[in-house]
């Protein structure tokens, strides 16, 4: 889901320093990959077992977190869980699973938000499964503005629509928890007086696969980046 925050700072993610990530100091930042929703408009199929480019929507969503160079990687698992493990194949993610995946997506947020606490994150960066297009690059910048205390609640933006993966700093994990219904962390970030939105120059933080024509309109523009590329 994307949406415009003109409310909310905006800054360029080129114009953040970039801090430093190594030694014990740097914050640790764990991904949750979002992946237990029911794909209601995607017809029968689960939506995150769809391939693109040879590959399930799912697995190109956890690769990105993956190549993030973040601590470590959570995969939340709720319908088909087997199915959706089977499609992640060998990646090096936990997965957790969320037999409340029908309560909606705040029920999955609290999984994640649990995970990270028990690997005693300093924040959770989300991204849900049926974004395949997002840049590794794109999580990297979230979390170097994290680092350099731009914000504890970050989105990443693209022209200035707001978009994801979202980033959260711990003192909001309470907040997370307590959200209702088939949303995420909207509220909470909207809420929050140290909330930002990182402008990082990737469309595909605005991407998401809903239905079969967005999966089609996704394929085309791995096409052509990869013919103007």
């Given amino acids: 889901m994307t949406d415009t925050d003109?409310?909310?700072?905006?800054?360029?993610?080129?114009?953040?320093?970039?801090?430093?990530?190594?030694?014990?100091?740097?914050?640790?930042?764990?991904?949750?990959?979002?992946?237990?929703?029911?794909?209601?408009?995607?017809?029968?199929a689960n939506k995150l077992l769809a391939e693109?480019?040879?590959?399930?929507?799912?697995?190109?969503?956890?690769?990105?977190?993956?190549?993030?160079?973040?601590?470590a990687?959570?995969?939340?698992?709720?319908?088909?869980?087997?199915?959706?493990r089977d499609a992640l194949g060998d990646a090096a993610v936990r997965v957790v699973e969320n037999p409340d995946y029908a309560d909606g997506l705040a029920s999955s947020v609290a999984r994640g938000v649990g995970a990270a606490a028990d690997l005693d994150a300093d924040a959770a960066v989300f991204l849900p499964g049926d974004m395949p297009t997002?840049?590794?690059?794109?999580?990297?910048?979230?979390?170097?503005?994290?680092?350099?205390?731009?914000?504890?609640?970050?989105a990443a933006a693209h022209d200035g629509?707001?978009?994801?993966?979202?980033?959260?700093?711990?003192?909001?994990?309470?907040?997370?928890?307590?959200?209702?219904g088939d949303v995420g962390g909207r509220a909470v970030?909207?809420?929050?007086?140290?909330a930002a939105l990182v402008d990082v120059g990737d469309a595909g933080v605005v991407v998401d696969v809903d239905t079969p024509q967005d999966l089609t309109r996704a394929a085309d523009a791995d096409r052509d980046a990869e013919t103007n590329g």
């Fill in 161 to 180: 629509v707001r978009g994801n993966p979202v980033l959260f700093d711990r003192a909001h994990f309470g907040s997370l928890r307590r959200v209702d």
């Fill in 189 to 194: 970030l909207r809420g929050s007086d140290a």
């Fill in 52 to 71: 693109l480019d040879g590959r399930p929507l799912v697995r190109h969503a956890a690769r990105t977190l993956l190549d993030a160079d973040l601590a």
């Fill in 6 to 44: 003109t409310d909310l700072p905006v800054y360029d993610a080129e114009r953040i320093p970039t801090p430093d990530r190594s030694g014990d100091a740097a914050p640790s930042v764990v991904g949750v990959l979002l992946a237990a929703g029911t794909s209601s408009r995607f017809g029968d």
């Fill in 134 to 154: 997002v840049a590794s690059s794109t999580v990297r910048r979230l979390v170097d503005a994290y680092r350099a205390d731009v914000g504890t609640a970050l």
């Fill in 73 to 84: 990687v959570v995969a939340v698992v709720g319908w088909e869980a087997g199915a959706v």
